[in-house]
């Protein structure tokens, strides 16, 4: 198994801890998304979006991380990310799409250069863009977390699922721009008992062997 990874990818940092979690060793290969290497030739190859993480399992290519998430449950069930019951599933599924596809993209990396580059937009109007969805998005998932109707010590149960995968590295990058999160004490109570656990902790951008004092790429971003 290959894991292709980065440090600072809120996408592979998801993967990283469903694979410590599951127990699982695959061979970390290091794109670094800084020095553009996920434009190589050999890449394009891999994933022709070019974009991480990929996981290789034997002749198996797997792109984008809810997929791979989906995929390892699959493959490697134990210990498993997703409620037995179906109406669990569903709800853990949706609250992960509300932050893979409805947060995430508009936060990442190539749109903060975009509106840098493209856009000429200031690093005050990009922060302040940052600032806006951020605070929409965690709005919406501390308000899904309130109505739980059977909450536990994660985002479903006691243990953690795919849910608690998306939401732990979403509140990291936000704390990393400095964003306020004392509104969301549900998230922050989740997210700190997530942390307590070994393969959270040692899947945090720190702990990885590519990891670098987090210096400003663009303005207004990294």
Not at 165 to 194: H, M
Not at 199 to 210: G, I, K, R, V, Y
């Amino acid at each position: 198994m290959k894991f292709y990874d980065f440090y600072m990818s809120n996408a592979a940092y998801r993967v990283r801890i469903a694979l410590k979690l599951k127990g699982l060793e695959a061979e970390q290969v290091i794109v670094n998304l800084i020095e553009d290497e996920h434009r190589a030739n050999w890449f394009e190859a891999l994933n022709p979006q070019r974009m991480l993480p990929i996981l290789e399992d034997g002749g198996i290519v797997v792109a984008q991380s809810l997929p791979i998430l989906e995929y390892l449950e699959e493959v490697y069930p134990e210990p498993p990310l997703l409620p037995a019951n179906t109406a669990g599933r569903a709800w853990v599924r949706s609250f992960a799409q509300s932050i893979a596809s409805d947060m995430h993209p508009l936060m990442g990396r190539r749109v903060r250069r975009y509106l840098a580059d493209r856009i000429g937009a200031s690093a005050e109007d990009i922060d302040g863009w940052y600032r806006n969805w951020i605070a929409a998005g965690l709005s919406g998932l501390e308000g899904m977390l309130a109505a739980r109707e059977s909450p536990g010590g994660f985002c479903s149960g006691d243990a953690p699922t795919l849910a608690d995968l998306c939401l732990v590295p979403q509140t990291y990058n936000a704390r990393r721009f400095n964003r306020d999160l004392s509104p969301y004490p549900t998230i922050l109570d989740i997210v700190a008992r997530c942390n307590e656990l070994p393969a959270f902790a040692d899947s945090m951008p720190e702990n990885q062997p590519d990891w670098k004092p987090m210096e400003g790429v663009i303005p207004g971003g990294r």
